[in-house]
């Protein structure tokens, strides 16, 4: 059999499509010599993905569990049929194809920084279902691709806090690229995981010129934001209420319209919210995955928003080390993550 560097000849239907994209592929554990066969420890379900599950269930855990064995079961891969999403996993390395030369040896523990949806993974047991914090302790086996990315696990933070924030390792590397300083940035969804991650990046990256607004829906935790100086203000909003976000949001950057807005939020019918509030020829970055992509650009066009819309790629050049340094660098993030993530 010839070897794809992308997994496709693990695809089981249909032919011709990466593993992403397939309905079904082949999760044998037997691994080619381009694979990386893992013991996983953790998956971390995204978070919109996690969210309709939890509602689907009715927050029953039992449900959940069920749920996820049985989309594992039908596709060989964790991957929502109704989001199209899936998550990361940490864990140990268990065995390396013949034909890799990396850096790393069996026992490593690693985090996978490529999705659910294309990782071939079988489910021996599911220990624990951790609600609060979208996390999955499994009893499984899982294989990385050769082209598939990692992240060797950090000695000076547990393995955790490390997932918590590898999760999201995306949108704080993006949001460095992008925020210019004297930019008026609006993060919708501020109080979760990447949302605050994005909130902090962009205060660094705005100077003293720019504002940074910050959109969440309790009070504490606007509060919480304030007191850790993510952003200079922040407002309280219904993101599925566009029009309340856009005069709120505005109202908090002296009337004017934003360049860049980020979307960080983990339900559906958030698109508006995040396009309305941007200036012509500014930058609407979707990094949630429950957006519509047909909502977002049909939505711009309706409102006649001529927007630079940017779907949130979970992989920009060193990420994992940016992400890493923002929980060294910064001790209330760090706090945070630990008190609320792990």
């Not at 279902?129 to 899982?142: E, G, L």
């Not at 360049?259 to 396009?275: F, G, K, R, T, Y």
Request: charged share 25%.
């Amino acid at each position: 059999m010839k070897l794809c560097k992308f997994g496709t000849n693990r695809v089981v239907e249909p032919h011709g499509v990466l593993p992403q994209a397939a309905l079904k592929i082949n999760n044998d554990m037997t691994i080619y010599g381009n694979e990386i066969l893992i013991d996983v420890i953790s998956l971390n379900i995204d978070s919109a993905s996690f969210a309709q599950l939890k509602d689907e269930a009715g927050g029953d855990e039992g449900k959940i569990a069920a749920k996820i064995k049985e989309i594992v079961g039908e596709r060989g891969k964790m991957q929502n049929p109704v989001t199209g999403s899936g998550g990361m996993l940490i864990g140990k390395v268990a065995q390396i194809g013949a034909n890799l030369s990396i850096d790393l040896k069996v026992g490593d523990k690693i985090a996978t920084l490529v999705s659910l949806s294309l990782t071939p993974l079988k489910i021996k047991e599911i220990k624990a279902i951790q609600m609060d914090i979208d996390r999955v302790d499994v009893d499984a086996q899982a294989i990385l691709f050769e082209s598939g990315i990692y992240a060797k696990l950090p000695e000076d933070m547990t393995e955790a806090l490390a997932l918590a924030a590898l999760d999201v390792a995306g949108a704080p590397a993006q949001t460095a690229k992008m925020v210019k300083p004297g930019d008026a940035v609006l993060v919708l969804g501020a109080s979760g995981k990447s949302g605050m991650m994005c909130c902090y990046e962009a205060m660094k990256r705005v100077g003293p010129t720019g504002n940074v607004v910050a959109m969440c829906r309790k009070e504490e935790d606007k509060k919480r934001i304030l007191e850790c100086g993510f952003a200079h203000q922040v407002i309280l909003s219904d993101v599925t209420n566009a029009l309340d976000v856009l005069e709120k949001a505005t109202a908090a950057n002296d009337g004017r319209e934003f360049d860049l807005s980020i979307n960080c939020v983990n339900i559906p019918n958030s698109e508006m919210a995040s396009i309305l509030p941007v200036r012509d020829g500014g930058i609407v970055y979707f990094f949630s995955m429950a957006v519509s992509f047909t909502k977002a650009a049909l939505g711009a066009e309706g409102v006649g928003k001529d927007v630079n819309m940017i779907i949130g790629n979970g992989y920009t050049k060193d990420h994992a080390a940016i992400t890493l340094h923002q929980l060294r660098e910064s001790p209330k993030l760090r706090k945070i993550f630990e008190e609320r993530y792990i």
